[in-house]
T-cell receptor
């Protein structure tokens, strides 16, 4: 069975600073990886996903993530954050070969951007 | 304008009562899902359905029931057997339910048991 660990429950950062949200996964088979964002009292919105090909994936709102198979990581980065990026971010994984797309989520990282 | 709607946004229930949460999608997706979100625990899968008239239990199905009579609708009933139902409930859908299909989420229903 697969699992996802988000290494930081909260990340405070100042506006215009870079940020990295860390995600590690474990799985015995190939995986497909996702980052979602959730604003307060709302549903989740897909930021980006890795299915195959280039290990550097670009998403919406200037975010990007890099798939590192040897370190089983999929860290999310943004070079310069805005106040509007304040939200909770979830890393999720689907194991290949399963009969359906069961997403396994990490515990979430709350990003707070200070002025 | 395609998307997923959930109603109500907020729901209050007395202990011992069953309540039903609505989820409707007009994306023409085959697969639909229900997740429960608790602070610091991420999202956990309650039930999923890959096709009309068929559904499967997820990781935490005890105390919940679902139906899938129409492609666009996947209501969730929280029964009195669910011991700790206060949570944020999210419905999602994907085109075919395959492992490369993106899941799209509704805005959620916050259930509080009084």
């Amino acid at each position: 069975a697969q699992s996802v660990t988000q290494l930081d429950s909260q990340v405070p950062v100042f506006e215009e600073a870079p940020v990295e949200l860390r995600c590690n996964y474990s799985s015995s088979v190939s995986v497909y990886l996702f980052w979602y964002v959730q604003y307060p009292n709302q549903g989740l919105q897909l930021l980006l996903k890795y299915l195959s090909g280039s290990t550097l994936v670009k998403g919406i709102n200037g975010f990007e993530a890099e798939f590192n198979k040897s370190q089983t990581s999929f860290h999310l980065r943004k070079p310069s954050v805005h106040i509007s990026d304040t939200a909770e971010y979830f890393c999720a994984v689907i194991a290949g070969g399963t009969s359906y797309g069961k997403l396994t989520f990490g515990q979430g990282t709350i990003l707070t951007v200070h002025p | 304008d395609g998307g997923i709607t959930q109603s109500p946004k907020y729901l209050f229930r007395k202990e011992g009562q069953n309540v039903t949460l609505s989820c409707e999608q007009n994306l023409n997706h085959d697969a639909m899902y229900w997740y429960r979100q608790d602070p610091g625990q991420g999202l956990r899968l309650i039930y999923y359905s890959q096709i009309v008239n068929d559904f499967q239990k997820g990781d935490i199905a005890e105390g919940y029931s679902v139906s899938r009579e129409k492609k666009e609708s996947f209501p969730l009933t929280v029964t009195s057997a669910q011991k700790n139902p206060t949570a944020f409930y999210l419905c999602a859908s994907s085109s075919r339910g395959g492992f490369t299909d993106t899941q799209y989420f509704g805005p959620g229903t916050r259930l509080t048991v009084l």
